[in-house]
């Protein structure tokens, strides 16, 4: 069940307002809570404590910062069905998924309780010339003080997680603006954090719109803006002045499907059916593009749209529902839209197509040019397109004709190939043998081109977060 209300929190308390949100139900488009929308006093009281909180959080040891994080690991395992539900409730997301997120939420915590003790420093060898005798160099990780978040709705525990946790990890006092379509599991996590002994004013979760969202981007006394979402990333960053900006942004995730592949297709095909309509799609590194070796491609067509045809649409609170509602029914029009225009310029539907509210059917399709949005964008629903390739080389263009590169997945027993592909596919990371979609969280994760800059994964987020600051010391 859900609460009736939730707080904001603003420097560790929760708060209540006059103001309230109305969270909806994704899948019955009913209103399902609220939540107390801060105004922009509070905002500013969020910040100015954020910044009274840098030396303290600095100070708060790593081992009492390990102690928060393995009390939230403790108590988000105690509130798992309270969490998954609320997932399922927010964003629609199938009950089974939900619960997976759970688990990643804790692991990430678990990954950071860990990672808090070890943020070590170098020693730097300045025996460079013989000038430099007694010369010794010396590096640690400080944190960078005030930081401030903002998460999109796909994920609404496990990306809150993996800004929240590396910032308690690293010392760094934070301002949190969840998605407001799915602000639940921020608020529940800012519930365990209030629990805690962290600094007063280290943690802040301020329930926004976009709109009222500008001081977390703007205001020079964040050190740095950690942004995930959609390509407005880009003009956030151009409004964020001095400090460190990280962007994970979004994709249209390639899979290849190499020539050798016959004998694993079962395999292949259950994998590549969850990448793409795992979560309905709505995944960064969701499988967008298929590229099979033609002498494959019929066979792949034809099992992999059986297989699409058999997946269990509706309601997300079931247990055996595969696919629930898109996230809106707008964000399931405009796919829908572009699947028209994809139709009309000579693309062919495999499968699905049809659009029923938020409900957009697994839909499959190939030969979509390459100019149609379905190809070139982030389609961000449960869509996939397929397209033969000829020769490795064919393929490696086909891949990097792109304007994103967040992860890339190729299913291959040449090594040769698999080397090619890790060093020529313009992306994050690759993938080998399985989808793109593969994340662990402890994991260096983030994009190139227009998905992003930065990476995340705890330990390089905690990086993000700390300054190297050197010491050398002459021997007298
Ligand atoms: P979105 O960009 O619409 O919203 C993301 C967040 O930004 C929300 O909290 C939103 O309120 C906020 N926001 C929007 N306009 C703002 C403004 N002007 N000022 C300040 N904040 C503003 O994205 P979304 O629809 O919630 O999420 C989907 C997108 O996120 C997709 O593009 C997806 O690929 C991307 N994404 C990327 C990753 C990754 O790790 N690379 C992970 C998940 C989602």
Known sequence: MLAKSYPYYLANQPQTSKEMMDVLDKYSGKVATRVAVPDAKAVEKAIAAAVKATVPMRE????ARQAVLAHCVQRFKERREELAYALCVEAGKPIKDSDGEVTRLIETFF????EAVRINGETINLDLAKRLDGYHGYTKRVPLGPVSFITPFNFPLNLVAHKVAPAIAAGCPFVLKP?????????????????????KGAFSVLNLDGKHAGPLVEDPRFKLLSFTGSQIGWDLKARAGHKKVTLELGGNAACIIDADQGPHLDHVIDRLVFGAFYQSGQSCISVQRI?????????????????????????????????????????AERLHGWIEEARKAGGKVLCGGKRNGAMLEATLMENVPTSAKAHRQEAFGPFALLSPFRTFDEVVDMVNDSDYGLQAGIFTDSLSNAMRAWNELDQGGVIVNDIPSFRVDNMPYGGVKLSGIGREGVRWAIEDMTELRLMVMRER
Not at 111 to 114: C, E, L, V
Not at 179 to 199: F, K
Not at 296 to 318: H, M, N
């Open 60 to 63: 708060f040891k790593p081992w």
């Open 111 to 114: 990954i950071a309780a860990d």
């Open 179 to 199: 998605a407001e379509r799915t602000p639940i599991g921020a608020l529940i996590i800012g519930e365990v954090l209030a629990e805690t002994d962290l600094p």
């Open 291 to 331: 590229y099979a070796h033609e002498s494959l491609y019929e066979e792949l067509k034809k099992r992999l749209v059986a297989a699409v045809k058999k997946l269990k649409a509706g309601d997300p609170k079931k247990k055996d529902t595969f696919l629930g509602p898109m996230i809106d029914e707008a964000a």
